[in-house]
């Protein structure tokens, strides 16, 4: 299995600018989260997916945020318009939730965001 | 203010001793995860441990849950240079959701 697979792994965009973030899940997962990492405020979940449904989105800091989960197979994390204080790395993590007990979250690789 | 508090924050030694790693929190938690996480790659999960008192053991990793399920330790044994990482505890109230702590560096130099 190619694991959870990210795309970008690395994007420099400039201040006001629209930023989508890609990720596919394991094959068969049926739960996705979106995690920002920065080293003043840690590992913070954003956002998480029980069978492409938004559960969660306590986490996403402003309405510039917003996030998609179309399918199984896919999710998008959009920031628009983007801000310095957004660079960070983003992560997107896939577990089965079975029975309502906690599971091991497969994390991708993240994706760098810097935002001159 | 985080809700799981990691000591120490970085911690660097050398090959062959022993360290320990603390998470705290004064809430409670149905379980509790040790993620490990390396330079440009995402967090790896090491255990789950979900049972206050419990204790589980991973070749030279020792974990183990409060009593009152609300903190939790990590203890390695002979550290070595591939032990090198960040260390993040994460804590789970119910389902999948999970908050994590800050997390600790640990060097490990040969």
Redesign the interface.
């Known amino acids: 299995d190619a694991g959870v697979i990210q795309s970008p792994r690395h994007e420099v965009t400039e201040m006001g600018q629209e930023v989508t973030l890609r990720c596919k899940p394991i094959s068969g997962h049926n739960s996705l989260f979106w995690y920002r990492q920065t080293m003043m405020r840690g590992l913070e979940l954003l956002i998480y997916f029980n069978n492409n449904v938004p559960i969660d989105d306590s986490g996403m800091p402003e309405d510039r945020f917003s996030a998609k989960m179309p399918n199984a197979s896919f999710s998008t994390l959009k920031i628009q318009p983007s801000e310095p204080r957004d660079s960070a790395v983003y992560f997107c993590a896939s577990s089965f939730l079975s029975g309502g007990q906690l599971s091991e979250q497969y994390f991708g690789p993240g994706t760098r965001l810097t935002v001159t | 203010t985080?809700l799981l508090e990691q000591s120490p924050q970085f911690l660097s030694i050398q090959e062959g001793e022993n360290l320990t790693v603390y998470c705290n929190s004064s809430s409670v938690f149905?379980?509790l995860?040790w993620y490990r996480q390396e330079p440009?790659?995402?967090?790896?999960?090491l255990v789950?441990v979900?049972t206050g008192g419990e204790v589980k053991k991973l070749k030279r990793l020792t974990f183990q849950f409060g009593d009152a399920r609300k903190d939790s330790s990590l203890h390695i044994t002979a550290a070595q240079p591939g032990d090198t990482g960040l260390y993040?505890c994460a804590g789970?109230r119910?389902?999948?959701?999970?908050?994590?702590?800050?997390?600790t560096i640990l060097r490990v130099k040969s």
């Open positions: 985080q149905s379980s995860q440009g790659e995402g967090p790896v999960l789950t979900v993040l789970a119910g389902g999948n959701k999970l908050v994590f702590g800050a997390g």
